[in-house]
């Protein structure tokens, strides 16, 4: 089992495919198994990488940095991802993040490749609220407890035996910044981001609600911004980004964005 040091935490990670490295950020209440598929997919032209973040799947249980984590999660899930791009060795990379995972890509490209002198070069954010108020994020959570009901088996798999006290350690935290107020990801982190953004989702999201209020600003925020929102979902009842509900228009979408950027961009650099 792949496992690399990272701020004295045991953090599991998977690498497949060849060529520019593409980096997951997993959800809340999943980990890197959990896109198995779509890790499948990508690493047909990619080198992709995905991880656990500390307290999840089979990455150490033994969390540290809890000011950091305090201050803003998104921030520290952003930070440990381009950590392991550093150790693995590698100065660029695309970002896909799903829901909280895409908050992180946010700032994986907006600060964090910054301030460690990577290269951003481009992010897929799908399925995400950037703003979350504490109404809005309380009825998200409320809605948690049947979605463990229909996905125990998956949660099983991706976490292990413990897998009940990750998702209500999750939820717990969470429900910490619904009662202090929500949160809002700063518009600096937004219109800092170099590279080219598409963002991806459902009109029909139970779990997003103003999910295309929130898509029309980031798009005047972001400033090389394309976004696209279906109208129907393919599983209208069950809580799953838009990359799974429709996943063969979320892979057209990505191929379609990522080989303008690819066809643009040397061959030294592919």
Not at 22 to 30: A, N
Not at 82 to 102: E, F, S
Not at 115 to 135: E, Y
Not at 171 to 191: C, K, M, Q, S, W
Request: hydrophobic share 40%.
């Amino acid at each position: 089992m792949p496992t690399i040091q990272i701020g004295d935490q045991d953090v599991y990670y998977t690498e497949e495919g060849t060529g520019t490295t593409l980096l997951i950020y997993p959800d809340h209440l999943h980990a890197s198994q959990g896109y198995e598929r779509e890790i499948a997919y990508l690493a047909e032209r990619f080198h992709v990488v995905a991880f656990d973040y500390p307290g999840t799947g089979r990455s150490t249980r033994d969390v540290k940095y809890e000011d950091e984590r305090q201050y803003d999660l998104w921030s520290y899930w952003s930070d440990f991802g381009v950590h392991l791009l550093m150790a693995l060795g590698i100065d660029r990379a695309y970002a896909v993040g799903v829901g909280g995972g895409a908050r992180a890509a946010f700032f994986f490209a907006g600060l964090h490749s910054h301030l460690h002198h990577l290269t951003p070069m481009g992010v897929i954010a799908d399925s995400v609220l950037v703003d979350l108020d504490s109404r809005a994020l309380h009825g998200i959570l409320d809605r948690r407890e049947h979605y463990y009901v229909r996905q125990a088996k998956l949660l099983l798999r991706e976490h292990g035996d413990d897998w009940r006290d990750v998702v209500d350690a999750d939820t717990a935290f969470l429900r910490r910044i619904a009662e202090g107020g929500g949160y809002v990801l700063h518009d600096y982190i937004l219109n800092s981001i170099p590279c080219p953004v598409l963002l991806t989702g459902s009109l029909q999201d139970p779990l997003r609600p103003g999910l295309e209020r929130q898509y029309a600003r980031l798009s005047r925020l972001i400033p090389d911004c394309s976004l696209y929102l279906a109208s129907s979902s393919g599983h209208p009842h069950i809580e799953f980004p838009f990359m799974w509900s429709d996943p063969a228009a979320f892979r057209a979408l990505v191929d379609l964005f990522l080989s303008r950027l690819d066809s643009g961009r040397p061959e030294s650099e592919r």
